[in-house]
């Protein structure tokens, strides 16, 4: 997610040096089992992506270069994950029209599918006072969000009356599901809320009341899709990390050994955790702060320069 306003997250600002790729002499070499960076010895077993403004564009189709990389590395038994605040259906669908079957940390870090097998690794959800006193401060501020739920025919459940633009809301079409907003958050599982497309003084007093009363993961950015700012608010301590931590636990991979690539503030936390980060040029200043190598945006194909950071030909 491209995202360049304001970050509330349970995370401190580290104090990572960071590169172009071109800058750092530093040698990689692919191998057909790992991807080994020479200059310190890590494995890299993983890479971690965020898809908007980083593997994809607003289109939500990678370019056929990305996919191809992907394909690259899963040869070499570097296995991809796409880590983004998306919902399983929209992802799964545009991930299966590239030819691609990933695990994925879905909704910035509340749910982890494994799309090749349909398995669930990670799943953390508000209770339901939490749900609905997060709820309550969206109201207090005039405003009704789109709340992310577990259901088997629809992902989110607005009002009749959504505050969230009517762009997002379009887009949403079947997904979403018309209800009462109370009652979902005491019998349903919820995952995040959102509004977005609202002005940014719309949204950032609901983001302060969020985070110094509820205690929530809330990331208020320039939304990149829709125009103006978005709010997303996730439960407290939660985000792509947390997912990431899961899929890795599930299969004994180091944080060391994880590349994390991202362009948002939401991927912050992952660029910050992971052993190897790589931020994309134009992308928030605080994960430009963190990461070691810098790629180009997906309208120029960066995703590609992957490989050049784990191997040379």
Excluded at 2 to 17: E, V
Excluded at 253 to 265: C, H, N, Q, W
């Amino acid at each position: 997610m491209a995202a360049w306003a304001a970050l509330r997250i349970c995370a401190g600002l580290g104090g990572r040096a960071w590169s172009e790729c071109a800058i750092i002499p530093q040698s990689f070499e692919l191998h057909s089992h790992v991807a080994r960076l020479r200059n310190n010895g890590c494995v890299i077993r993983l890479v971690a992506t965020d898809l908007d403004g980083t593997f994809w564009d607003a289109s939500f189709v990678p370019p056929s270069s990305h996919v191809a990389v992907v394909g690259e590395l899963m040869k070499a038994d570097v296995t991809v994950l796409a880590a983004t605040s998306r919902r399983p259906r929209h992802v799964r669908q545009r991930l299966c029209d590239a030819g691609l079957l990933l695990p994925a940390v879905l909704i910035d870090g509340s749910l982890g599918v494994d799309f090749r097998s349909e398995e669930r690794f990670h799943q953390a959800c508000f209770d339901a006072e939490a749900a609905l006193g997060t709820l309550m401060t969206f109201r207090a501020h005039g405003l009704d969000p789109c709340i992310y739920v577990e259901h088997p025919d629809f992902d989110i459940v607005v009002s009749e009356s959504p505050s969230t633009c009517a762009a997002h809301l379009a887009r949403l079409g079947p997904d979403a599901s018309t209800g009462d907003l109370e009652v979902t958050t005491s019998t349903s599982a919820i995952y995040a809320f959102s509004v977005l497309g609202l002005s940014r003084e719309r949204l950032s007093p609901v983001l302060d009341e969020l985070v110094q009363i509820n205690d929530a993961c809330a990331i208020l950015y320039r939304e990149p899709v829709y125009g103006q700012f978005g709010l997303i608010v996730n439960p407290p301590g939660i985000s792509k990390w947390t997912g990431i931590e899961a899929y890795c636990h599930l299969h004994d991979i180091e944080p060391k050994e994880v590349m994390a690539v991202g362009d948002g503030l939401n991927d912050f936390p992952m660029l910050q955790h992971a052993g190897v980060a790589v931020a994309v040029r134009g992308g928030a200043p605080e994960t430009i702060a963190v990461s070691q190598h810098l790629i180009d945006p997906p309208t120029l194909s960066g995703w590609t320069q992957i490989i050049d950071l784990l191997s040379q030909y």
